[in-house]
């Protein structure tokens, strides 16, 4: 139980914070509680690094309720350079596949080294470096489509 | 292409605020869920017989010298910490038609060598309940906010109550938050039963029940494993104690458990105090006061008093205390003067 609880409180603040980039912060604690209460019930199964089997968890439970709510969130943000970069890039991630979106940010967002990014995914290291490296090809390609050129434009002007 | 990683990684989304008190409700929560037992360990339990008689043959045979006790120290952590869900029934009302009142509620208790902080009622709310069918006197009372304790002098407030912070500075361990007993140190304690005894019998003096009690407070303190194993062991020396063996608890839970006669309280006679213990690490899961015989409308084995363990953890995390209550105000506790 203690180490439980110690796994718990070292982790919970990382599982919100995927929960909440994946399926909006209203849902992340709920989706977080279900986590760990799915990986009491599979106590045993919990390996001794437990962050990316949880991360696999929490994926799977947000599967179930994908919404993204980057809309929401970016609103408050003063509008510069900076922003209108961060409005291309999202819009760019956007427009990718769930799939090259959860390798790019398994590592530029929750800062997981690849071998543990690969845990969550259920894939090799060897397959995650395959995809994270088709992924990058494909957002670098995303943000200099016209739909990008679009999305920078309509941001300015408004 | 790194750098656009490092842009992407700079358009992360917020992160959101820890809600540290949801996160600790959370999972008080959870952990009195029951968990799956795997195959591995379904396996053991099956083939347990046969692997004892294997390892006690193999023992025999090359006949090995009796290893050292493990010895878990107490740790340098900073705080023992206890969440406990405490709830106990009080009967009520008319005494020619009396109904009881649940009092439930949490205590979170984190204790140091020199500090002790304290949530008390947390979570806490008093409810009325009929102890019998098809009728429910409350009601027909027309729904009282304060009733009368029958056998007592005091009244109980029905409805939610008000949590309250204690704080203090103590030099030593003390036990539970209304025990005078207090130790300098927990680790001199002995882990032999007898000794044990002794040690705690110049605490409370000749008395089982309050030796028993005191035992039972240690087991969940922060004290060593042997220690804890000691002061079950000597809980089942006591006069009249039981050993209950398998318990089944609550949401599929079990452990072992072992009995001692407690004294009458105002309203109830033919009490015991139960303790139930995880066999696996030791630490208790419940201590309850059941009856031991039929009285109230309730009958025996009904519990009256129960005292479930949330967590007993050693952590280095601070306290963490509800920020609109303050500390060392008031306790409105719902038994109040008449």
């Known amino acids: ?158 | 292409m790194e750098d656009l990683m490092k842009d992407l990684a700079q358009a992360k989304p917020p992160e959101p605020e820890v809600d540290r008190e949801r996160m600790e409700r959370d999972l008080a929560r959870i952990i009195t869920l029951p968990r799956e037992r795997s195959v591995r360990t379904l396996f053991l339990k099956r083939f347990a017989p046969l692997l004892v008689a294997a390892g006690v043959i193999a023992l025999v045979v090359v006949l090995l010298p009796k290893p050292t006790p493990p010895v878990q120290p107490a740790g340098p952590a900073r705080w023992w910490h206890a969440l406990t869900r405490q709830w106990s029934m009080m009967i009520v009302g008319d005494p020619a038609n009396p109904y009881a009142v649940f009092i439930d509620s949490k205590t979170d208790r984190w204790q140091s060598a020199n500090q002790q902080i304290t949530v008390l009622q947390k979570d806490g709310d008093v409810q009325p309940f009929s102890l019998e069918r098809d009728t429910d006197p409350w009601e027909a009372a027309g729904r009282p906010a304060k009733v009368p304790q029958i056998g007592g002098t005091h009244l109980v407030r029905i409805g939610p109550m008000k949590p309250a912070v204690q704080k203090t500075d103590v030099s030593g361990f003390q036990m539970s938050l209304h025990s005078a007993a207090r130790f300098d140190s927990l680790d001199a304690l002995p882990a032999d039963p007898p000794e044990l005894k002794q040690a705690l019998e110049t605490i409370v003096g000749n008395d089982p029940y309050r030796i028993g009690s005191l035992a039972m407070e240690l087991m969940a303190s922060n004290v060593r494993q042997d220690q804890r194993q000691a002061a079950f062991e000597l809980l089942k020396t006591l006069d009249g104690a039981r050993f209950l063996g398998e318990v089944r608890l609550s949401e599929e839970r079990k452990g072992i458990g072992v009995a001692i006669p407690a004294p009458p309280t105002f309203q109830f006679s033919g009490v015991e105090t139960q303790l139930v213990i995880d066999p696996e690490t030791g630490m208790p899961l419940v201590r309850r006061d059941m009856l031991t015989a039929a009285q109230h409308n309730l009958p025996a084995n009904s519990p009256i008093s129960v005292e479930e363990y949330l967590l007993l953890e050693q952590v280095t995390i601070d306290p963490i205390v509800p920020q609109d209550v303050p500390v060392n105000g008031e306790v409105e506790s719902p038994i109040i003067e008449r």
């Open chain 1, 1 to 158: 139980m203690e180490d439980f609880s110690g796994v718990y409180r070292e982790c919970y603040p990382r599982v919100l914070a995927y929960a909440a980039s994946h399926a909006g912060a209203q849902r992340a604690e709920d989706i977080t509680s279900e986590t760990f209460t799915i990986a009491w019930r599979k106590l045993d199964q919990m390996p001794s690094n437990a962050l990316p089997w949880l991360l696999g968890i929490a994926r799977n439970l947000v599967k179930a309720s994908r919404r993204q709510v980057w809309h929401d969130e970016i609103e408050d943000i003063p509008i510069t350079d900076d922003f209108v970069r961060f409005v291309e890039l999202r819009a760019a991630l956007a427009s990718l596949s769930e799939a090259d979106q959860e390798v790019l940010t398994l590592i530029a967002w929750h800062g997981l080294p690849a071998a543990e990014a690969a845990q969550v995914l259920g894939c090799t290291t060897a397959t995650y470096f395959v995809r994270l490296h088709r992924a990058r090809r494909r957002l670098k390609a995303a943000l200099s489509t016209p739909n990008s050129d679009r999305a920078r434009e309509s941001w300015k002007t408004s």
